[in-house]
């Protein structure tokens, strides 16, 4: 009676092969996107299928991975590296739960912190600002009375409170971004060769091959990429160290000679003159209201009442005649400016296009250049 044969165990899939797994899944999640834009530029138009780019994105991506791994297949980049995820170091074929949750936190996840994350910062920077223009209120009024009494004002350095929340206002955007989280999980797998996406370590799900794999076979890790990104990650560290020491002077020289200034518009709206206290002021400018809703304060005070249409459509050709005829047409939605505006580096857009644009990513779609919603420049003609 033959003896049963040895059972055969397959190994994880290593670093390089994850890696070009997820780059073929990228590739063919892109050919989606391209399909469904085109999809929805035929039926809808060019300006709603940029308005809703992101949602598409979403859509493509639950689409792609939907027919794939929630239905139990591979993708097409595991079918290629000859791989399959399996739970953690059972080996086991992930349960239908687990498949669903790293698709829901790989794809929405991501997709929720960039809709939650911009209103947040702009609360919180308000907030702070509000705090600390109150602070420096306080200590213009006790310097004033100090000189009305004859009395030299004392010298008080800014108060803890008031210094760390003059650099968590200076940092919001660091301190609320979820790439850090992203680099040392990234840095992880580079050392150990599981896990590539932080959703697959939620969840544990790991790859392995299907194939027999040689002895003879190079299997080389990149533990040289995590050295490196641990380094970079040290250096920012220490620069943004040296950078919160050295510029604690100048805060605080700031928050005691009150630049915090204010003044008081139209209704009594207070206003920062800080050149730098862009969230309070510019709240007004950019909060977004429909046509049929109740005008603004700021469109009570400025008289400028909400139209239903914008103010200047290059579609008319009396509109803006200075500007050419092939020059009319907006680079975002394809169609003829409505509301041209321009941003710093010289680009010339419809409002809402550019303004939607900046909101989610702050530099120009045509150069690159920074371009924050503050500083778009509406045309008048």
């Given at each position: 009676?033959?003896?049963?044969?040895?059972?055969?165990?397959?190994?994880?899939?290593?670093?390089?092969?994850?890696?070009?797994?997820?780059?073929?899944?990228?590739?063919?999640?892109?050919?989606?996107?391209?399909?469904?834009?085109?999809?929805?530029?035929?039926?809808?138009?060019?300006?709603?299928?940029?308005?809703?780019i992101s949602e598409t994105r979403v859509l493509g991506e639950l689409l792609y991975l939907g027919l794939t791994t929630l239905i139990g297949n591979r993708t097409l980049g595991e079918e290629y590296c000859d791989i399959i995820q399996v739970e953690g170091e059972h080996g086991r074929l992930p349960a239908l739960g687990r498949r669903a949750g790293y698709i829901l936190s790989c794809i929405l996840g991501p997709y929720a912190l960039g809709r939650i994350l911009p209103a947040f910062r702009r609360r919180i920077r308000a907030k702070l600002e509000a705090n600390l223009r109150r602070y420096a209120r306080l200590r213009t009024k006790a310097a004033q009375q100090a000189q009305a009494s004859g009395k030299k004002a004392p010298s008080v350095s800014p108060?803890?409170?008031?210094?760390?929340?003059?650099?968590?206002?200076?940092?919001?955007?660091?301190?609320?971004?979820?790439?850090?989280?992203?680099?040392?999980?990234?840095?992880?797998?580079?050392?150990?060769?599981?896990?590539?996406?932080?959703?697959?370590?939620?969840?544990?799900?790991?790859?392995?091959?299907?194939?027999?794999?040689?002895?003879?076979?190079?299997?080389?890790?990149?533990?040289?990429?995590?050295?490196?990104?641990?380094?970079?990650?040290?250096?920012?560290?220490?620069?943004?160290?040296?950078?919160?020491?050295?510029?604690?002077?100048?805060?605080?020289?700031?928050?005691?000679?009150?630049?915090?200034?204010?003044?008081?518009?139209?209704?009594?709206?207070?206003?920062?003159?800080?050149?730098?206290?862009?969230?309070?002021?510019?709240?007004?400018?950019?909060?977004?209201?429909?046509?049929?809703?109740?005008?603004?304060?700021?469109?009570?005070?400025?008289?400028?009442?909400?139209?239903?249409?914008?103010?200047?459509?290059?579609?008319?050709?009396?509109?803006?005649?200075?500007?050419?005829?092939?020059?009319?047409?907006?680079?975002?939605?394809?169609?003829?400016?409505?509301?041209?505006?321009?941003?710093?580096?010289?680009?010339?857009?419809?409002?809402?296009?550019?303004?939607?644009?900046?909101?989610?990513?702050?530099?120009?779609?045509?150069?690159?250049?920074?371009?924050?919603?503050?500083?778009?420049?509406?045309?008048?003609?």
């Amino acid at each position: 009676m033959s003896s049963p044969s040895p059972r055969y165990a397959y190994p994880f899939a290593t670093s390089p092969d994850v890696i070009r797994s997820h780059q073929k899944d990228a590739y063919f999640s892109g050919v989606l996107l391209e399909q469904l834009s085109t999809l929805l530029r035929k039926l809808y138009g060019a300006r709603f299928t940029h308005t809703y780019i992101s949602e598409t994105r979403v859509l493509g991506e639950l689409l792609y991975l939907g027919l794939t791994t929630l239905i139990g297949n591979r993708t097409l980049g595991e079918e290629y590296c000859d791989i399959i995820q399996v739970e953690g170091e059972h080996g086991r074929l992930p349960a239908l739960g687990r498949r669903a949750g790293y698709i829901l936190s790989c794809i929405l996840g991501p997709y929720a912190l960039g809709r939650i994350l911009p209103a947040f910062r702009r609360r919180i920077r308000a907030k702070l600002e509000a705090n600390l223009r109150r602070y420096a209120r306080l200590r213009t009024k006790a310097a004033q009375q100090a000189q009305a009494s004859g009395k030299k004002a004392p010298s008080v350095s800014p108060s803890l409170g008031a210094r760390i929340q003059n650099y968590i206002l200076n940092n919001i955007d660091t301190i609320t971004s979820p790439s850090p989280i992203y680099a040392i999980s990234l840095a992880t797998f580079y050392f150990s060769g599981s896990y590539y996406h932080l959703s697959k370590r939620i969840w544990s799900l790991r790859y392995i091959f299907t194939r027999h794999v040689q002895d003879s076979d190079q299997r080389v890790g990149y533990e040289v990429l995590g050295v490196l990104l641990v380094l970079q990650m040290a250096v920012q560290g220490y620069l943004h160290l040296q950078n919160t020491v050295s510029s604690d002077s100048v805060s605080t020289s700031a928050l005691g000679t009150g630049m915090g200034t204010t003044a008081l518009v139209g209704g009594g709206a207070e206003v920062s003159l800080d050149p730098n206290a862009y969230s309070a002021n510019n709240a007004l400018l950019f909060e977004s209201s429909s046509p049929s809703a109740a005008p603004t304060e700021l469109q009570k005070w400025t008289h400028t009442p909400v139209t239903d249409k914008p103010r200047y459509d290059l579609s008319e050709e009396h509109a803006m005649a200075w500007i050419g005829g092939g020059n009319r047409k907006c680079t975002l939605c394809l169609e003829e400016m409505k509301d041209p505006s321009v941003t710093t580096c010289g680009h010339v857009f419809c409002w809402t296009c550019i303004s939607d644009w900046a909101r989610e990513k702050p530099e120009c779609p045509l150069c690159r250049q920074s371009c924050l919603v503050q500083h778009v420049l509406p045309l008048r003609g």
